[in-house]
């Protein structure tokens, strides 16, 4: 593959695996030692058969539905496929068997004139509806209130490049688009979005928007959010369309409203994003640094510069030393020895990147960095979405394997990072199972800069309830370090509390109205977002 190409994959992940189950993950001798000495000897039991409640809906209500020209089912197999989405708890309520949070049944709209009358019978009939697309959430966002019955609304046939305005550099995605399609599709006219999550050969357009999604290239092309500038959102009372404008002082800016709302507030069918054309260059390298504290401030350092890399990853010796920094990477030569390993990118055409490479590389070099070349970036290039697929095999070798995120501003960082580790190593060494905590930093800005742990630990009877202790804790540990409950796994249930401890009694107030007036028999994603 050289080195201006893009990997494109399209991935149905299994339910209750996250991994492609035909290109899988093995563990490295590092990450097979790491385990042992946690205790973790014993593979895990094996999975057993999911057995799923009966559907709730009578044939008036599957009648309405399909009355609407949407395709409806209540098939078990593909009502398995619709539950949950790919946190650790999520697979290992698979695993388990327990299917007890599936939908009564899945109804797939073609059009977006169907999205609007499926949400009508719902509104109509008191019928809980919860969006689905890629199914790649990790905070409980497809498990909404079952007092209901509920449908899943599969988005995934609404698909494709509805219109690109070259000279403008937007694109307009039906929401259902997945993003190697998107990227593939807006190559065939020499465009790219760029937004690389690590979920990206799952996610889709409009579950990057209501999830407020944060990609791998985050530093060059900001956020989602930032690259958003229009949405088509279905509601109980009718079609909005948002964003008229590239900036605008008429009034609030209401597509901030909807991004991150993760379907409570209504099912988003079209998306208008910021563009670019393709890179002709990508360029990666990785670097050393000692330790955290000394790439962490060369971060920073690059971060509040004018001139900045377009992909900025650092990761800490644990994650460093165990290659988790860059699995495709495990036993380079090249690869370093102790200290922490930093990888920075650049995309654009050649003056661009020259120009960049030389400044940054010069000002890493006056931080203390110590250049390793292109080989470790790219591996990690070429392996980036490739992470989230050791989980599979090290849940299957007995460990509870988790991960959590935040943010904070620089200031207090080093604050925030001591107390996640503490408060997350305490609460499972407190139930007999030491942990290993690593971290890394892929999301900065002037102000401050997010941070990623995974968790690995031996695997109680109920790991469920285990990793449930510890993510309290470290829920805690952020909220009273002031910093957010999340930068970019969004709210759904998992995070719901924090959340509300973290924005408080007015702007609670102020999103219930919003809720009520929008969806007043609270048929959308209930008791996601807001209980």
């Not at 993510?471 to 249930?493: D, E, P, Q, Y």
Request: proline share 6%.
């Amino acid at each position: 593959m050289s080195s201006n190409e893009i990997d494109i994959n399209v991935v149905d992940f299994v339910p209750g695996r996250w991994g492609d189950p035909a290109d899988p993950m093995h563990l490295s001798d590092s990450v097979t030692g790491a385990l042992s000495m946690l205790g973790i000897t014993e593979q895990a039991p094996a999975p057993v058969a999911l057995a799923l409640p009966s559907p709730r809906l009578d044939s008036n209500a599957l009648t309405a539905f399909s009355a609407t020209g949407a395709s409806v089912t209540t098939d078990d197999e593909v009502r398995a496929a619709r539950l949950r989405g790919f946190s650790t708890p999520d697979l290992l309520k698979f695993r388990a068997g327990d299917g007890s949070d599936a939908p009564d049944a899945v109804v797939t709209p073609s059009t977006a004139d169907q999205v609007a009358a499926v949400l009508a019978v719902c509104d109509e009939q008191g019928i809980g509806l919860s969006p689905f697309a890629g199914g790649t959430t990790v905070t409980g966002g497809l498990v909404p209130d079952r007092s209901r019955p509920v449908i899943s609304l599969d988005l995934r046939d609404l698909t494709g490049l509805l219109h690109l305005d070259e000279t403008s550099q937007i694109a307009t995605f039906a929401s259902g688009t997945r993003l190697p399609d998107a990227e593939r599709l807006l190559g065939e006219h020499g465009f790219e979005l760029g937004h690389f999550p690590q979920s990206y050969e799952g996610a889709t357009i409009g579950g990057c928007a209501v999830t407020r999604s944060a990609g791998q290239s985050s530093v060059g092309y900001g956020r989602f959010d930032d690259m958003v500038v229009g949405l088509t959102i279905a509601t109980p009372r009718g079609v909005a369309e948002i964003g008229t404008a590239p900036k605008s002082a008429a009034g609030p800016d209401l597509r901030q409203l909807f991004l991150g709302s993760e379907g409570a507030f209504g099912v988003v069918t079209r998306v208008r994003v910021r563009v670019h054309p393709t890179p002709s260059v990508r360029r990666f390298y990785g670097w050393h640094f000692p330790d955290f504290a000394a790439g962490t401030t060369a971060m920073r350092a690059l971060a509040q510069s004018n001139i900045k890399p377009t992909v900025l990853r650092l990761s800490d010796e644990a994650e460093t030393g165990l290659n988790l920094a860059n699995p495709s990477a495990a036993g380079s030569a090249n690869g370093p020895v102790g200290g922490c390993l930093m990888i920075v990118g650049f995309e654009g055409d050649a003056a661009d990147v020259d120009c960049r490479d030389a400044y940054i590389s010069a000002r890493l070099n006056e931080l203390g960095g110590a250049a390793l070349g292109t080989e470790p970036g790219e591996h990690w290039r070429e392996g980036r979405f490739r992470g989230p697929y050791l989980r599979d095999p090290l849940l299957d070798a007995g460990a509870l394997v988790e991960t959590l995120e935040t943010v904070t501003f620089w200031s207090n960082l080093d604050r925030l990072k001591a107390d996640v580790t503490a408060a997350v190593t305490g609460a499972l060494g407190d139930q007999g199972t030491p942990a290993v905590v690593m971290c890394h930093i892929s999301h900065v800005y002037p102000t401050g800069a997010s941070l990623y742990f995974t968790v690995i630990a031996k695997s109680l009877t109920d790991p469920v309830a285990q990793w449930a202790e510890a993510k309290s804790a470290a829920n805690a540990a952020i909220r009273a370090a002031g910093a957010s409950i999340t930068h970019h796994h969004a709210v759904g249930t998992d995070h719901q509390a924090a959340y509300l401890e973290e924005i408080g009694d007015v702007q609670q107030t102020a999103l219930r109205a919003v809720k009520s007036a929008l969806d007043p028999n609270g048929v959308l994603n209930p008791g996601i977002l807001l209980p």
